[in-house]
């Protein structure tokens, strides 16, 4: 199983940026489908980002055109660039992996291991 360990949250203000990152450690990697999820206060986890071994990329309509993820395979590390940020984007975001290679991450049920969240506040 591999291990997710995600950093780079904070507090910014509407419209500024952030990147997350995750750094995965004890599975191949590359190809591996990665993800992003969020949690807000109250509210259940939900889909924010995913991209494929293939580099492909899936995103929440929500954030679609604001948000974008990449992967660097020689670094071991899955990325979450959020631009134009939102109070509503407040909230625990976890990096997520698919249980097995060649497996793509869309909902909860797909992963099989999760990070160990980093807050992201946005104040408006």
């Known amino acids: 199983q591999v291990q997710l360990v995600e950093s780079g949250g904070g507090l910014v203000q509407a419209g500024d940026s952030l990147r997350l990152s995750c750094v995965v450690s004890?599975?191949?990697?590359?190809?591996?489908?990665m993800g992003w999820f969020r949690q807000a206060p109250g509210k259940d986890r939900e889909f924010v980002a995913a991209?494929?071994?293939?580099?492909?990329?899936d995103y929440a309509d929500s954030v679609k055109g604001r948000f974008t993820i990449s992967r660097d395979n020689a670094k071991n590390t899955v990325y979450l660039q959020m631009n134009s940020l939102k109070p509503e984007d407040t909230a625990v975001y976890y990096c997520?992996?698919?249980?097995?290679?060649?497996?793509?991450?869309?909902?909860?049920?797909?992963?099989?291991?999760w990070g160990q969240g980093t807050q992201v506040t946005v104040s408006s």
């Open positions: 991209i494929a071994w293939s580099n492909s990329g």
């Open positions: 004890g599975g191949t990697f590359n190809w591996y489908g």
């Open positions: 997520a992996a698919a249980p097995k290679p060649f497996r793509l991450v869309r909902t909860s049920s797909d992963v099989g291991s």
